[in-house]
């Protein structure tokens, strides 16, 4: 049972940044006008953020990055822990922590991890960041969490092109003695890895000829290898059955009850899986805030997107309590129960072209 608590650090700042292009589902002439409408309604999106060619995972990260550091007031030489989270790095090697901390300007006494993770991904990387911290007793850490999902997409796949957006996101991390307790609880299920998979272009089925060959799945679904294929229904079934566990099971461990977190921050997979969990938490709509309408699922920066987006005045003026919960590829799944404390959630940047290499 991966639960847990770590004493003595404070979630302290949180950026986003997404691409400056924004892209209507309306316009990509995949469903009708009466499916359009009825997927908007049903999934809650309508807008997404596509990142150009030039753009990728760690340039979103750095950018949030880059602006945290310098709006919270801190030298980069003070980070000495960095976890960066994605499922879409720059290369196949070096790691994107590597890439993160010689733009950030990191000292090489920092601490680098990599975690390729999906849209569990952010909530994976807090408690990897605060488990290093607690051991190591390092004072300040960043976790980076971002992906360009649309590069995985096929043009032609109804199914996943109007669902994914590009983000990328950083979280600070400090030492504080005497913090509330983070609480942590983290799972994965194997057996569901397929669901939420890109099958070419790895080591197991490397990259070729046949990599880019399209195959006609159904009436609005093609797709080549190197294409990320999801099958929705079951993302829904195993959101049911381990994420509302999961998120119980964290309450009781932290001893509190499904009224005292202030917010329930989900990832935003899609509104049917949000609305889901509602209902089974019991919880009022307007506690689960949502930036599905206008930014779609950003994979790992979905849960600090919707922060800075809906939460950042709350946060900022006093002491709230936060349960955070992603879910995805894996197929995996975690929640944290984070309190914080005049944190500082900084407005979106808006980014259109990669800021240094």
């Not at 990728?56 to 980070?79: F, H, Q, T, Y």
């Not at 920092?110 to 909530?123: E, H, P, S």
């Not at 509190?256 to 899609?270: E, K, L, M, W």
Request: charged content about 20%; glycine content about 10%.
């Amino acid at each position: 049972m991966a639960v847990f608590s770590i004493s003595d650090l404070r979630f302290s700042a949180v950026c986003t940044a997404l691409p400056i292009q924004v892209v209507r589902n309306q316009d990509l002439g995949l469903l009708s006008q009466t499916q359009t409408e009825a997927f908007a309604r049903s999934v809650g999106i309508q807008t997404r953020r596509v990142a150009p060619a030039s753009i990728c995972a760690s340039d979103l990260c750095v950018a949030a990055g880059r602006c945290l550091l310098d709006r919270a007031g801190l030298r980069p030489a003070e980070i000495g822990l960095l976890v960066f989270v994605t499922q879409t790095p720059d290369y196949p090697l070096p790691g994107n922590s590597m890439l993160a901390q010689r733009r950030l300007g990191l000292p090489a006494s920092t601490y680098l991890v990599d975690l390729n993770q999906g849209c569990a991904g952010y909530v994976y990387g807090l408690a990897s960041l605060a488990g290093l911290m607690s051991a190591t007793g390092i004072e300040k850490g960043l976790v980076l969490a971002g992906d360009t999902l649309t590069r995985t997409v096929s043009s032609r796949d109804g199914s996943t092109l109007p669902i994914f957006s590009d983000a990328g996101s950083a979280t600070l991390i400090e030492r504080d003695l005497g913090a509330d307790l983070m609480y942590f609880n983290l799972g994965s299920q194997g057996q569901g890895a397929d669901i939420i998979r890109i099958r070419g272009g790895g080591a197991r089925e490397p990259f070729g000829p046949g990599s880019l060959v399209m195959g006609e799945e159904s009436d609005n679904v093609a797709r080549a290898p190197i294409h990320l294929a999801m099958r929705g229904i079951d993302v829904l079934h195993y959101c049911a059955k381990y994420v509302v566990p999961n998120i119980k099971e964290l309450l009781d461990f932290a001893n509190i009850d499904r009224g005292t977190p202030d917010y329930y921050v989900f990832h935003q997979a899609n509104r049917i899986v949000n609305d889901c969990l509602v209902r089974q938490l019991g919880i009022p709509a307007d506690k689960a805030p949502e930036t599905l309408s206008e930014y779609g699922n950003t994979s790992c920066a979905s849960i600090p997107a919707t922060m800075c987006c809906r939460l950042s005045e709350r946060l900022a003026c006093g002491p709230t309590k936060l349960l955070l919960s992603g879910f995805g590829s894996g197929f995996s799944w975690g929640s944290a129960l984070i309190s914080g404390k005049s944190v500082q959630c900084f407005e979106p940047l808006g980014i259109n072209e990669a800021d240094g290499r």
